[in-house]
């Protein structure tokens, strides 16, 4: 079969041929359809992440730990838990029996690839609690989940929606109120998120981290001895950086409550989440922005940074 083969940690992964998997007991072969290339995709692929070495191991390897593809009888599913070498960036991988789950009817291939960073959007609501009518601060929203988080806040019933990035009619068209940029200096960006606050903000959905959200933590600290408002943050994402400096003041004074996005997860809510997901793509009110590429420009599209906010998928 083809493949995209990776060779070593950090290299770029090219199309190759691969031996066919084979399933042993307990397993099943998976025609892969379409796979979204994410940054811990190629994060993982570098060495970097924490989930290197369970799924680039040994090399040659296959990047892509999860997809979406068709099961022996034709059924459309999205797959995940691959065996060793084999991730989804191929045209078959294969996965234990039950590491599967049926697509629902209408959802296209690629968008189905895609629908996880909707997901991730959805933490507003079942860590932070949102409720409808709240002021929502989405920090990153010129990436791809950041761009629906600010469409889920709005479907959600959003009073007001704050966005930090780069594309200001782009984020408005959206569903953004204000568009912070943060390629500014760090006096003028902890005065715009004040300027942006209105009554407060009441979430925060950061797929940042790093300095952005450090000054904006420390932003929020009472100038006067004051009642902090309740501010939920919700921790997604680390595309600025995976570290910040949290001054005490900034968690004793302001009202700050920091959660993680997996924070009231069970399977149970995750299913009530992807159902809300999959209801708002089959109406049209949650649109996909994707790029399709073929396995065959895996080199290229690996190295890809004009995406603006489109997600990479790849059809094998």
């Not at 991730?87 to 590491?99: D, F, T, W, Y």
């Not at 409808?132 to 601060?137: A, D, H, I, M």
């Not at 009642?227 to 680390?238: A, D, L, S």
């Not at 600025?240 to 009202?255: F, K, Y």
């Amino acid at each position: 079969m083809k493949a995209a083969v990776l060779h070593e940690p950090g290299g770029i992964p090219r199309y190759e041929d691969f031996p066919d998997p084979v399933a042993g007991d307990g397993e099943v072969i998976i025609d892969v359809k379409a796979v979204a290339v994410e940054n811990v995709d190629k994060a993982i692929a570098a060495g970097t992440h924490y989930a290197s070495e369970k799924y680039t191991g040994r090399f040659p390897a296959i990047p892509a730990f999860d997809g979406i593809g068709a099961l022996p009888d034709g059924t459309l599913v999205g797959f995940g838990n691959i065996r060793l070498p084999y991730g989804a960036l191929a045209e078959k991988s294969v996965v234990p029996q039950g590491s599967y789950a049926p697509i629902p009817d209408g959802i296209d291939p690629a968008v189905a690839s895609v629908m996880a960073s909707a997901v991730t959007a959805m933490s507003m609501k079942t860590a932070a609690g949102f409720v409808p009518g709240e002021t929502v601060l989405v920090q990153g929203a010129t990436g791809v989940a950041g761009r629906l988080a600010v469409k889920v806040a709005r479907l959600l019933g959003a009073g007001r929606v704050v966005a930090t990035g780069r594309d200001d009619d782009r984020l408005r068209a959206l569903g953004a109120d204000t568009v912070i940029n943060t390629a500014v200096s760090d006096e003028a960006l902890a005065q715009a998120y004040l300027d942006a606050r209105g009554d407060g903000y009441d979430v925060v959905v950061d797929y940042l981290w790093g300095r952005p959200s450090e000054i904006f933590l420390r932003a929020l600290v009472p100038r006067s001895f004051a009642f902090g408002k309740p501010t939920r943050v919700v921790q997604i994402g680390e595309s600025a950086d995976a570290e910040i400096a949290l001054a005490a003041s900034s968690l004793r004074t302001s009202g700050v409550e920091i959660y993680g996005a997996a924070k009231g997860l069970d399977p149970q809510t995750m299913a009530e989440v992807y159902q809300q997901i999959v209801t708002w793509t089959r109406s049209g009110e949650l649109t996909f922005d994707v790029e399709k590429v073929p396995l065959s420009d895996i080199e290229t599209a690996w190295q890809r940074t004009d995406l603006k906010g489109r997600r990479l998928v790849v059809m094998p």
